[in-house]
């Protein structure tokens, strides 16, 4: 089935089964490999886009069911500047960086939402992403310091 799908501000046309997790067609159809492939069960994060304003788990999404714009990773800010990914890198949050794109994802979700997030908003919205080094607490900081910039 032909699909016609805007990422990053592109307009694409795939043709692949409606059912296909977005997930694979980002990264295998489309070749944008900066969301990562976790648990394949939306309990971990590690794959989280958005879709339209909403942070989505790109592994259980449909493709078919994709009617908004989806921004991944590489579209969050051409240059990696985002207020997200500029705390990220000053608050040296990753380790093993694997979660990163989905958490970066989620937290820009949240500041999109909320200019100024509670710190228990900020531990309630990023509880469904998984990071495997432990960096919470760096997380949490870059949060707060992405909020003063958004």
Same mark, same amino acid.
């Given at each position: 089935? @032909?699909?016609?799908? *805007?990422? /990053?501000? =592109?307009?694409?046309?795939?043709?692949?089964?409606? !059912?296909?997790?977005?997930?694979? %067609?980002?990264?295998?159809?489309?070749? $944008?490999?900066?969301?990562?492939?976790?648990?394949?069960? #939306?309990?971990?994060?590690?794959? *989280?886009?958005? %879709?339209?304003?909403?942070? %989505?788990?790109?592994?259980? *999404?449909?493709?078919?069911?994709?009617?908004?714009?989806? *921004?991944?990773?590489?579209?969050?800010? #051409?240059?990696?500047?985002?207020?997200?990914?500029?705390?990220? =890198?000053?608050? =040296? %949050?990753? &380790?093993?960086?694997?979660? &990163?794109?989905?958490?970066?994802?989620? #937290?820009?979700? $949240?500041?999109? !939402?909320?200019? /100024?997030?509670?710190?228990?908003?900020?531990?309630?919205?990023?509880? +469904?992403?998984?990071?495997?080094? +432990?960096?919470?607490?760096?997380?949490?900081? #870059?949060?707060?310091?992405?909020? @003063? !910039?958004?």
């Amino acid at each position: 089935m @032909r699909i016609e799908l *805007t990422i /990053n501000k =592109r307009s694409y046309t795939v043709e692949v089964p409606p !059912e296909t997790p977005l997930l694979w %067609v980002l990264r295998d159809v489309i070749g $944008l490999t900066g969301t990562k492939y976790g648990c394949g069960i #939306a309990q971990c994060g590690a794959c *989280t886009v958005h %879709v339209g304003s909403d942070a %989505v788990r790109s592994c259980i *999404t449909a493709v078919g069911d994709v009617a908004k714009s989806v *921004t991944t990773i590489e579209g969050l800010d #051409a240059d990696g500047n985002h207020p997200v990914q500029r705390a990220w =890198r000053e608050e =040296r %949050v990753p &380790q093993c960086g694997y979660c &990163q794109a989905g958490q970066i994802m989620q #937290a820009a979700a $949240l500041l999109a !939402e909320m200019k /100024n997030p509670s710190d228990q908003q900020i531990s309630d919205a990023m509880a +469904g992403n998984i990071c495997r080094c +432990g960096c919470y607490q760096r997380i949490q900081s #870059a949060v707060r310091r992405a909020s @003063r !910039e958004v």
